[in-house]
Protein backbone atom coordinates (compact mmCIF):
# COMPACT_ATOMS: atom_id res chain seq x y z
CA UNK A 1 0.00 0.00 0.00
CA UNK A 2 2.39 2.29 0.40
CA UNK A 3 4.85 1.55 -2.32
CA UNK A 4 1.42 2.38 -4.28
CA UNK A 5 0.67 5.57 -2.67
CA UNK A 6 4.07 6.41 -2.70
CA UNK A 7 3.77 6.19 -6.80
CA UNK A 8 0.65 7.82 -7.14
CA UNK A 9 2.13 10.81 -5.14
CA UNK A 10 4.97 11.11 -7.91
CA UNK A 11 2.09 10.93 -10.28
CA UNK A 12 0.17 13.61 -8.54
CA UNK A 13 3.36 15.62 -8.23
CA UNK A 14 4.28 15.47 -11.88
CA UNK A 15 1.19 16.32 -12.71
CA UNK A 16 1.05 19.67 -10.87
CA UNK A 17 4.35 20.59 -11.78
CA UNK A 18 2.93 19.79 -15.19
CA UNK A 19 -0.69 22.19 -14.54
CA UNK A 20 2.14 25.00 -13.03
CA UNK A 21 4.71 25.07 -15.97
CA UNK A 22 0.95 25.28 -18.34
CA UNK A 23 -0.28 28.34 -16.59
CA UNK A 24 3.28 29.86 -16.18
CA UNK A 25 3.25 29.15 -20.33
CA UNK A 26 0.21 30.41 -20.34
CA UNK A 27 0.57 33.68 -18.14
CA UNK A 28 3.71 34.74 -19.56
CA UNK A 29 4.62 37.64 -21.66
CA UNK A 30 6.04 36.76 -25.22
CA UNK A 31 8.99 38.36 -26.37
CA UNK A 32 10.32 38.61 -30.26
CA UNK A 33 14.45 38.00 -30.70
CA UNK A 34 16.05 38.32 -33.51
CA UNK A 35 19.99 36.82 -33.56
CA UNK A 36 21.98 37.79 -36.88
CA UNK A 37 25.41 38.07 -37.61
CA UNK A 38 27.78 36.21 -39.95
CA UNK A 39 28.18 32.74 -41.02
CA UNK A 40 29.85 30.74 -38.64
CA UNK A 41 29.93 32.97 -35.59
CA UNK A 42 27.77 30.50 -33.13
CA UNK A 43 24.38 32.21 -33.83
CA UNK A 44 22.71 28.88 -33.65
CA UNK A 45 25.26 26.95 -30.72
CA UNK A 46 24.25 30.17 -28.68
CA UNK A 47 20.68 29.50 -29.07
CA UNK A 48 20.59 26.03 -28.53
CA UNK A 49 23.20 26.57 -25.82
CA UNK A 50 20.34 28.37 -24.09
CA UNK A 51 17.19 26.71 -25.14
CA UNK A 52 18.40 22.99 -24.93
CA UNK A 53 21.70 23.40 -22.42
CA UNK A 54 23.35 21.45 -25.17
CA UNK A 55 26.05 22.65 -27.44
CA UNK A 56 25.86 22.57 -31.01
CA UNK A 57 29.23 21.25 -32.61
CA UNK A 58 29.11 20.76 -35.85
CA UNK A 59 28.16 23.55 -38.79
CA UNK A 60 25.20 23.25 -40.22
CA UNK A 61 24.45 26.63 -42.40
CA UNK A 62 20.84 28.19 -41.30
CA UNK A 63 18.56 29.21 -43.25
CA UNK A 64 15.93 29.72 -40.57
CA UNK A 65 15.32 28.22 -37.35
CA UNK A 66 12.27 29.15 -34.64
CA UNK A 67 13.05 28.59 -30.77
CA UNK A 68 10.60 28.87 -28.02
CA UNK A 69 11.89 29.51 -24.91
CA UNK A 70 10.10 29.87 -20.93
CA UNK A 71 11.93 31.91 -18.58
CA UNK A 72 11.31 33.89 -15.59
CA UNK A 73 12.94 37.87 -15.95
CA UNK A 74 12.91 39.59 -13.23
CA UNK A 75 9.76 37.76 -11.53
CA UNK A 76 8.00 38.25 -14.75
CA UNK A 77 7.00 34.58 -16.68
CA UNK A 78 8.41 35.32 -20.22
CA UNK A 79 7.98 33.12 -23.26
CA UNK A 80 10.80 34.32 -25.73
CA UNK A 81 10.36 33.57 -29.49
CA UNK A 82 13.51 33.53 -30.52
CA UNK A 83 14.22 33.66 -34.19
CA UNK A 84 17.75 32.22 -35.62
CA UNK A 85 18.72 33.76 -38.94
CA UNK A 86 20.87 33.33 -42.18
CA UNK A 87 24.67 35.11 -41.94
CA UNK A 88 24.79 34.80 -46.15
CA UNK A 89 24.19 37.63 -47.52
CA UNK A 90 22.03 36.62 -49.99
CA UNK A 91 19.40 36.19 -47.52
CA UNK A 92 19.47 39.62 -46.57
CA UNK A 93 15.77 40.68 -48.08
CA UNK A 94 14.71 37.51 -45.30
CA UNK A 95 16.32 38.99 -43.17
CA UNK A 96 14.29 42.39 -43.66
CA UNK A 97 11.27 40.60 -42.90
CA UNK A 98 12.18 38.98 -39.46
CA UNK A 99 13.77 42.29 -38.27
CA UNK A 100 10.19 44.42 -38.59
CA UNK A 101 8.86 41.75 -36.51
CA UNK A 102 11.76 41.71 -33.56
CA UNK A 103 11.53 43.49 -30.67
CA UNK A 104 14.80 43.11 -29.49
CA UNK A 105 18.12 41.69 -31.45
CA UNK A 106 21.49 39.57 -30.71
CA UNK A 107 24.51 40.94 -33.02
CA UNK A 108 26.93 38.50 -33.14
CA UNK A 109 30.26 37.90 -34.01
CA UNK A 110 33.27 35.66 -33.45
CA UNK A 111 35.79 36.92 -31.15
CA UNK A 112 38.39 34.85 -33.13
CA UNK A 113 37.89 36.48 -36.34
CA UNK A 114 38.37 39.82 -37.34
CA UNK A 115 36.19 39.96 -39.94
CA UNK A 116 33.09 39.08 -38.48
CA UNK A 117 33.44 42.20 -36.27
CA UNK A 118 33.92 44.52 -39.04
CA UNK A 119 30.93 42.99 -40.83
CA UNK A 120 28.83 43.27 -37.58
CA UNK A 121 27.94 46.90 -38.72
CA UNK A 122 26.41 45.60 -41.83
CA UNK A 123 23.36 44.03 -39.77
CA UNK A 124 23.30 47.04 -37.47
CA UNK A 125 22.66 49.33 -39.88
CA UNK A 126 20.16 47.02 -41.51
CA UNK A 127 18.61 46.68 -38.10
CA UNK A 128 18.15 50.54 -38.30
CA UNK A 129 16.91 50.75 -41.83
CA UNK A 130 14.06 48.22 -41.53
CA UNK A 131 13.22 49.81 -37.81
CA UNK A 132 13.29 53.56 -39.63
CA UNK A 133 13.84 56.93 -37.68
CA UNK A 134 10.54 56.79 -35.64
CA UNK A 135 11.82 54.49 -33.64
CA UNK A 136 13.57 56.10 -30.16
CA UNK A 137 15.63 53.12 -29.17
CA UNK A 138 16.37 49.36 -30.46
CA UNK A 139 16.86 47.33 -27.78
CA UNK A 140 20.40 45.43 -28.97
CA UNK A 141 23.00 43.07 -27.72
CA UNK A 142 26.63 43.21 -29.30
CA UNK A 143 27.65 39.43 -28.82
CA UNK A 144 31.38 38.07 -28.74
CA UNK A 145 30.81 35.04 -28.85
CA UNK A 146 33.81 32.11 -28.39
CA UNK A 147 35.31 33.82 -25.40
CA UNK A 148 36.91 30.27 -24.20
CA UNK A 149 39.28 30.32 -27.43
CA UNK A 150 41.59 33.04 -25.48
CA UNK A 151 44.73 32.35 -28.03
CA UNK A 152 42.65 32.88 -30.74
CA UNK A 153 41.34 36.28 -29.84
CA UNK A 154 41.70 38.62 -32.62
CA UNK A 155 38.96 41.28 -31.13
CA UNK A 156 40.07 43.00 -28.05
CA UNK A 157 37.23 44.10 -25.16
CA UNK A 158 37.68 47.49 -25.27
CA UNK A 159 37.58 48.36 -29.45
CA UNK A 160 33.95 46.04 -28.73
CA UNK A 161 32.94 48.24 -25.95
CA UNK A 162 33.92 51.35 -28.47
CA UNK A 163 31.74 50.06 -30.69
CA UNK A 164 28.93 48.89 -28.39
CA UNK A 165 28.75 52.64 -27.32
CA UNK A 166 28.87 53.67 -30.85
CA UNK A 167 25.56 51.46 -31.61
CA UNK A 168 24.30 52.28 -28.35
CA UNK A 169 24.30 48.73 -27.32
CA UNK A 170 25.44 46.69 -25.01
CA UNK A 171 28.14 44.25 -25.01
CA UNK A 172 28.65 40.89 -23.60
CA UNK A 173 31.36 38.18 -24.29
CA UNK A 174 29.87 34.51 -24.58
CA UNK A 175 30.93 31.24 -24.89
CA UNK A 176 28.03 28.65 -26.47
CA UNK A 177 30.61 25.79 -25.77
CA UNK A 178 31.08 26.57 -21.96
CA UNK A 179 27.67 28.25 -21.77
CA UNK A 180 29.01 31.20 -19.96
CA UNK A 181 26.98 34.25 -19.90
CA UNK A 182 24.74 32.64 -22.89
CA UNK A 183 21.52 33.23 -20.47
CA UNK A 184 22.85 36.74 -19.36
CA UNK A 185 22.93 37.70 -23.01
CA UNK A 186 19.21 36.59 -23.89
CA UNK A 187 17.82 37.51 -20.67
CA UNK A 188 19.51 41.44 -21.29
CA UNK A 189 17.96 41.74 -24.77
CA UNK A 190 14.13 41.28 -22.93
CA UNK A 191 15.43 43.37 -19.89
CA UNK A 192 15.71 46.26 -22.48
CA UNK A 193 12.45 45.47 -24.38
CA UNK A 194 10.81 45.47 -20.97
CA UNK A 195 11.85 48.81 -20.01
CA UNK A 196 12.71 50.64 -23.50
CA UNK A 197 16.50 51.54 -22.82
CA UNK A 198 20.30 50.21 -22.17
CA UNK A 199 21.47 51.67 -18.55
CA UNK A 200 19.69 51.31 -15.58
CA UNK A 201 17.89 48.17 -16.60
CA UNK A 202 19.42 45.36 -14.68
CA UNK A 203 21.84 44.07 -17.16
CA UNK A 204 24.58 41.14 -15.73
CA UNK A 205 27.76 40.44 -16.53
CA UNK A 206 28.14 43.15 -19.63
CA UNK A 207 31.43 44.59 -20.53
CA UNK A 208 29.37 47.66 -21.48
CA UNK A 209 27.77 48.89 -19.39
CA UNK A 210 30.49 48.25 -16.98
CA UNK A 211 28.61 46.73 -13.17
CA UNK A 212 30.12 50.27 -12.22
CA UNK A 213 27.77 52.35 -15.21
CA UNK A 214 24.90 49.89 -14.33
CA UNK A 215 24.97 51.09 -10.57
CA UNK A 216 25.06 54.75 -11.06
CA UNK A 217 22.78 54.54 -13.90
CA UNK A 218 20.27 52.84 -11.57
CA UNK A 219 21.01 55.40 -9.06
CA UNK A 220 20.26 58.39 -11.32
CA UNK A 221 16.90 56.59 -12.33
CA UNK A 222 15.89 56.50 -8.75
CA UNK A 223 16.90 59.86 -8.15
CA UNK A 224 14.54 61.22 -11.26
CA UNK A 225 11.90 58.68 -9.86
CA UNK A 226 12.18 60.54 -5.96
CA UNK A 227 12.20 64.35 -8.01
CA UNK A 228 8.90 63.28 -9.63
CA UNK A 229 7.25 61.69 -6.93
CA UNK A 230 8.14 64.96 -4.98
CA UNK A 231 6.55 67.01 -7.69
CA UNK A 232 3.56 64.94 -7.71
CA UNK A 233 2.73 65.76 -4.42
Known sequence: THCISSAASDVYKRQGQAITQLLTMSASKE???????????????????????????????????SYRYYCTIDDIPASLDILDTAGQEEYSSMRDLYMKTGEGFLLVFSLTDRQTFEEISTFYNQILRVKGETVEFVPM?????????????QVSREEAVQLAKKFDCAYIETSAKTGDNVVEAFHGVVKMVMRGGLLGVGLEKTLYPSEEEEIQ???????????LSLIHI
Open 217 to 227: AKEQLRAKQHE
Open 141 to 153: MLVGNKNDLVEER
Open 31 to 65: FRLVVVGPPVVGKSALTIRLTQSDFANEYDPTIED
